[in-house]
């Protein structure tokens, strides 16, 4: 599946709904904000360079790779929300690229989200962008891994954006730092990490 650029600029208005299920989540992967190939077809981290699914899959987190370039199925859907896996995402708004995001924004979505996972009471969170994180928190010291700090109640871990613009990261050390985040959730069991 493609999208000409009209496609995707009309995908600017489209609102993309968080994924969780109907119990409480494990883990919330948080990303930055929907890009236009997420809001096309309604699925967080949909872009075909995105390394996110990929990544989960590596790191034991889904039993199969999704494939999210066309969009989730429901059967995909459930394979995150039956393992205690939800995703949302620090602003709603949907840009071309998160650099179009205002640092008022990116504090009032930290404000919007913490009030959801207050509702969600997850065991675990992942931040998607270290960047995105000092930001957004005012946490201008903030490093990649488990902070110091609970959010919302859960435990706090900023772990590498997936996006194929974040060249520093491959799937394999994606995958290293979500399992991470999964073990704390019991999503993965501990003698399935590796170092990074």
Same mark, same amino acid.
């Given at each position: 599946?493609?999208? @000409?650029r009209?496609?995707?600029?009309? !995908?600017?208005d489209?609102v993309?709904p968080?994924?969780?299920?109907h119990?409480?989540?494990?883990l919330?992967f948080?990303?930055? +904000?929907?890009?236009?190939?997420t809001?096309?077809?309604?699925?967080?981290?949909?872009?075909?360079? +995105?390394?996110f699914y990929?990544?989960?899959?590596?790191?034991g987190?889904?039993?199969?790779?999704?494939?999210?370039?066309?969009?989730?199925?429901?059967?995909?859907r459930?394979?995150?929300?039956?393992? $205690?896996?939800?995703?949302? +995402?620090?602003?709603?708004r @949907?840009?071309?690229r998160?650099?179009?995001?205002? @640092? /008022?924004?990116?504090?009032? $979505?930290?404000?919007?989200?913490v009030?959801?996972?207050?509702?969600?009471?997850?065991?675990?969170?992942?931040? /998607?962008?270290? &960047?995105v994180?000092r930001t957004?928190?005012r946490?201008?010291q903030?490093?990649?891994?488990?902070q110091?700090e609970?959010? /919302?109640? !859960? %435990? #706090?871990f900023?772990?590498?954006?997936? *996006? &194929?613009? #974040? !060249?520093?990261?491959?799937?394999d *050390?994606?995958a290293a730092?979500?399992?991470?985040a999964?073990?704390?959730? &019991?999503?993965?069991?501990?003698?399935?990490?590796?170092? %990074?």
């Open positions: 599946m493609g999208f @000409t009209a496609e995707l600029e009309a !995908a600017r489209r993309v968080d994924l969780i299920g119990d409480p989540p494990r919330v948080v990303g930055i +904000n929907p890009g236009l190939w809001a096309a077809t309604q699925t967080h981290f949909a872009h075909p360079s +995105n390394r990929p990544a989960l899959h590596r790191a987190i889904t039993s199969r790779e999704l494939d999210r370039v066309e969009g989730l199925d429901e059967a995909d459930r394979e995150l929300t039956d393992r $205690g896996i939800a995703i949302t +995402n620090v602003v709603a @949907t840009t071309a998160a650099s179009e995001l205002t @640092t /008022a924004e990116l504090r009032s $979505g930290a404000v919007e989200l009030a959801r996972l207050e509702r969600w009471r997850p065991e675990v969170v992942a931040i /998607a962008g270290v &960047g994180y957004a928190f946490r201008p903030a490093k990649l891994g488990p110091p609970p959010l /919302a109640g !859960a %435990r #706090n900023v772990v590498p954006n997936p *996006s &194929g613009l #974040n !060249a520093h990261e491959t799937v *050390s994606l730092w979500y399992r991470e999964a073990v704390a959730a &019991g999503i993965v069991p501990p003698e399935d990490v590796t170092d %990074r």
